[in-house]
């Protein structure tokens, strides 16, 4: 990986992490979206997930006494835990241009719907049980395949836990059994190899750094505008890599 290319991916990092810290979500549809333009999948997901694993546990301890405990375990960790292996299987039998292509499409769609939604469309009615059954299990799969799956558990959880601080806490909580799991498996795999270990490492500072500064926003930006901007952003990124991918699939 060429100097440029590892500075890019610190840029990447620096943003997701600010991002992540402020929102309770994003820190891994923000970095794949971008990173997987500079690196292959089986090197960028294990320093993800590694790097989430640390992100999740800082914010599920200091806000422990914000976590919806209640609902998380009753309703919202099982279907979730029940997705991600089907999804890491999906993942053992990839083929790299269709993952970026479908992971493309996906946040395309949810950063379209997300940018298209009225400022201040109230979350306010909980969605049916059965239907939250199946976002949730769809969200395990996908984190299962992309470390990623928040945007739909989000998208339950924000219609549920209307308090921003129970929000920020639950949502981190609800990885960290999943996520330490795909760290596990990506271990047994072998794909924590040395350049990948290398980079994870160099990553460490900057993530610590995105924190600090997520923390900051979290406290002084209105989180409506904030979010709207950071769908913005990964609109153009899942275009340029559904172009990519696509191309990639063509040529």
Same mark, same amino acid.
């Given at each position: 990986?060429?100097?440029?290319?590892?500075?890019?991916?610190?840029?990447?990092?620096?943003?997701?992490?600010?991002?992540?810290?402020?929102?309770?979500?994003?820190?891994?549809?923000?970095?794949?979206?971008?990173?997987?333009?500079?690196?292959?999948?089986?090197?960028?997901?294990?320093?993800?997930?590694?790097?989430?694993?640390?992100?999740?546990?800082?914010?599920?301890?200091?806000?422990?006494?914000? +976590?919806? @405990? !209640? #609902?998380? =375990? *009753?309703?919202? /960790?099982?279907? &979730?835990?029940? $997705?991600?292996?089907?999804?890491?299987?999906?993942?053992?039998?990839?083929?790299?241009?269709?993952?970026?292509?479908?992971?493309?499409?996906?946040?395309?769609?949810?950063?379209?719907?997300?940018?298209?939604?009225?400022?201040?469309?109230?979350?306010?009615?909980?969605? +049916?049980? @059965? !239907? #939250?059954? =199946? *976002?949730?299990? /769809?969200?395990? &799969?996908?984190? $299962?395949?992309?470390?990623?799956?928040?945007?739909?558990?989000?998208?339950?959880?924000?219609?549920?836990?209307?308090?921003?601080?129970?929000?920020?806490?639950?949502?981190?909580?609800?990885?960290?059994?999943?996520?330490?799991?795909?760290?596990?498996?990506?271990?047994?795999?072998?794909?924590?190899?040395?350049?990948?270990?290398?980079?994870?490492?160099?990553?460490?500072?900057?993530?610590?750094?995105?924190?600090?500064?997520?923390?900051?926003?979290?406290?002084?930006?209105?989180?409506?505008?904030?979010?709207?901007?950071?769908?913005?952003?990964?609109?153009?990124?899942?275009?340029?890599?559904?172009?990519?991918?696509?191309?990639?699939?063509?040529?």
């Amino acid at each position: 990986m060429s100097l440029e290319a590892q500075l890019a991916f610190i840029g990447i990092v620096l943003g997701a992490y600010v991002v992540g810290t402020a929102l309770g979500f994003g820190t891994s549809i923000f970095t794949i979206t971008f990173a997987s333009l500079l690196m292959p999948l089986d090197q960028l997901l294990p320093i993800v997930a590694t790097l989430n694993f640390g992100l999740g546990l800082y914010l599920a301890i200091r806000y422990r006494r914000d +976590t919806a @405990w !209640r #609902a998380l =375990l *009753l309703r919202f /960790a099982p279907p &979730v835990a029940l $997705g991600v292996p089907v999804g890491y299987l999906l993942f053992s039998l990839r083929e790299a241009a269709i993952i970026r292509l479908a992971f493309g499409i996906f946040v395309l769609l949810l950063a379209a719907r997300e940018l298209t939604a009225k400022k201040g469309e109230a979350p306010a009615v909980p969605v +049916t049980p @059965w !239907r #939250a059954r =199946l *976002l949730l299990l /769809a969200g395990g &799969v996908i984190h $299962g395949l992309y470390t990623t799956g928040g945007p739909l558990i989000v998208y339950v959880f924000g219609r549920e836990l209307h308090d921003k601080a129970a929000f920020r806490a639950t949502t981190a909580t609800v990885f960290l059994p999943m996520t330490l799991g795909l760290i596990i498996s990506y271990y047994f795999s072998g794909l924590f190899q040395p350049p990948v270990l290398r980079l994870g490492l160099l990553a460490v500072p900057v993530v610590l750094l995105g924190m600090w500064l997520g923390e900051k926003v979290y406290q002084r930006v209105e989180a409506d505008r904030f979010k709207r901007g950071v769908w913005a952003l990964l609109c153009v990124g899942a275009l340029v890599l559904i172009g990519r991918a696509a191309f990639n699939m063509l040529s």
